[in-house]
T-cell receptor
Framework: GAGVSQSPRYKVAKRGQDVALRCDPISGHVSLFWYQQALGQGPEFLTYFQNEAQLDKSGLPSDRFFAERPEGSVSTLKIQRTQQEDSAVYLC??????????????FGPGTRLTVT | AQSVTQLDSQVPVFEEAPVELRCNYS??????LFWYVQYPNQGLQLLLKYLSGSTLVKGINGFEAEFNKSQTSFHLRKPSVHISDTAEYFCAVSLLGFQKLVFGTGTRLLVSP
């Protein structure tokens, strides 16, 4: 079946522009995660949805970052007034969830954002 | 807060040789442990995970890892590597009852003929 897809795969933005990154999770997956991976670093957690509810946004680096998942499926990560330090690969992952059980997170290929 | 340390940023090895990628974690509570692999321009793929039970965990592609609670380690091993194992490997933890992952900085495995 189809995995997690992300679009665009590459995005170049001029400093100050707004960008929107899209994630299509695996059908039926309840949980959705966004991670930011800077060059040469491991992914860092940004935010987490269970269905349409954003349960944890503790990793969002500033109020310029905003994520939504209005119908509990597709999610969009929006970055306003982009800065050079926002340059990174943005990874989306989805998983099934049953209470406290830990389920495998399936990752998309990521969106590489370059802010010039 | 929990953290993950991968001391080796790069590990070069010859094809068919054994390899060990090191991972240490710190946490004041019990955690789940994971190893992910990332091939160029691709997302992360789960190799294996430790939730409970046997401390030796077997994963895909011939990899295995051993959980050592006293040393807070979860080292990844493979007895004989292939050229195709060249990739970035990430160790990660999550707290019991929580879903988000905390990753290490990664180890690049370079397999040469």
């Amino acid at each position: 079946g189809a995995g997690v897809s992300q679009s665009p795969r590459y995005k170049v933005a001029k400093r100050g522009q707004d960008v929107a990154l899209r994630c299509d999770p695996i059908s039926g997956h309840v949980s959705l995660f966004w991670y930011q991976q800077a060059l040469g670093q491991g992914p860092e957690f940004l935010t987490y949805f269970q269905n349409e509810a954003q349960l944890d946004k503790s990793g969002l680096p500033s109020d310029r970052f905003f994520a939504e998942r209005p119908e509990g499926s597709v999610s969009t990560l929006k970055i306003q007034r982009t800065q050079q330090e926002d340059s990174a690969v943005y990874l989306c992952a989805s998983s099934l969830v049953w209470r406290e059980l830990v389920n495998e997170q399936y990752f998309g290929p990521g969106t590489r954002l370059t802010v010039t | 807060a929990q953290s993950v340390t991968q001391l080796d940023s790069q590990v070069p090895v010859f094809e068919e040789a054994p390899v060990e990628l090191r991972c240490n974690y710190s946490s004041s509570v019990s955690v789940y442990l994971f190893w992910y692999v990332q091939y160029p321009n691709q997302g992360l793929q789960l190799l294996l995970k430790y939730l409970s039970g046997s401390t030796l965990v077997k994963g895909i592609n011939g990899f295995e890892a051993e959980f050592n609670k006293s040393q807070t380690s979860f080292h990844l091993r493979k007895p004989s590597v292939h050229i195709s194992d060249t990739a970035e490997y990430f160790c990660a933890v999550s707290l019991l009852g929580f879903q988000k992952l905390v990753f290490g900085t990664g180890t690049r495995l370079l397999v040469s003929p």
